[in-house]
T-cell receptor
Framework: DSGVTQTPKHLITATGQRVTLRCSPR?????VYWYQQSLDQGLQFLIQ???????AKGNILERFSAQQFPDLHSELNLSSLELGDSALYFC??????????????FGQGTRLTVV | GQQLNQSPQSMFIQEGEDVSMNCTSS?????WLWYKQDPGEGPVLLIA?????ELTSNGRLTAQFGITRKDSFLNISASIPSDVGIYFC??????????FGTGTRLQVFP
């Protein structure tokens, strides 16, 4: 168990809908990363938050947004869903680099299926 | 999307053989991480590297942080069936962004 919790584990929704994925980082971790993994593909970096603020952005679509709350949990919002958005969405957390070793630990992912 | 170049893309080996895979980047990284992912699961951290030239072992796994800070390799010795999975490298740059490699799919035959 990595200590990173993602909910829900599975989500099936229709095209055009909006969903929210949730991530609780490991205790003490300030950084949260979101990744998208399509079938048999690598991990595509979406966005990173550090202590509530956006820190880095990858190739995240405008239909997607995220935030990190004061209790450090994070949510990834996906709207106007398309069939191609079906994928595994992973959250990872780590300490900030200035606090020493910065291994990133992953949750079990949310499998999103858009029908 | 942003990804590191990882090779080989896939490997089919016999149990007991050694395995080597590597990752290269056009950018400098401050940290290299190696992960293993089983189907439908989240990546699990295997080894973390923090200094150029660093060589670190974790059981049968050995990884090195390249001197140029633009590459890293992972070796697995005496492979066993449970080594099957997808191995990813990841590099962290000075903006704290964590970028992943394209993955190496390992298949081990008894």
């Amino acid at each position: 168990d990595s200590g990173v919790t993602q909910t829900p584990k599975h989500l099936i929704t229709a095209t055009g809908q909006r969903v929210t994925l949730r991530c609780s980082p490991r205790s003490g971790d300030l950084s949260v990363y979101w990744y998208q993994q399509s079938l048999d593909q690598g991990l595509q970096f979406l966005i990173q938050y550090y202590n509530g603020e956006e820190r880095a952005k990858g190739n995240i679509l405008e239909r997607f947004s995220a935030q990190q709350f004061p209790d450090l949990h994070s949510e990834l919002n996906l709207s106007s869903l398309e069939l191609g958005d079906s994928a595994l969405y992973f959250c990872a957390s780590s300490l900030h680099r200035d606090r020493g070793n910065t291994e990133a630990f992953f949750g079990q992912g949310t499998r999103l299926t858009v029908v | 999307g942003q990804q590191l170049n990882q090779s080989p893309q896939s490997m089919f080996i016999q149990e007991g053989e050694d395995v080597s895979m590597n990752c290269t980047s056009s950018s400098i990284f401050n940290t290299w991480l190696w992960y293993k992912q089983d189907p439908g699961e989240g990546p699990v951290l295997l080894i973390a590297l923090y200094k150029a030239g660093e060589l670190t072992s974790n059981g049968r796994l050995t990884a090195q942080f390249g001197i140029t800070r633009k590459d890293s390799f992972l070796n697995i010795s005496a492979s066993i069936p449970s080594d099957v999975g997808i191995y990813f490298c990841a590099g962290r740059d000075n903006t704290d962004k964590l970028i992943f490699g394209t993955g190496t799919r390992l298949q081990v035959f008894p």
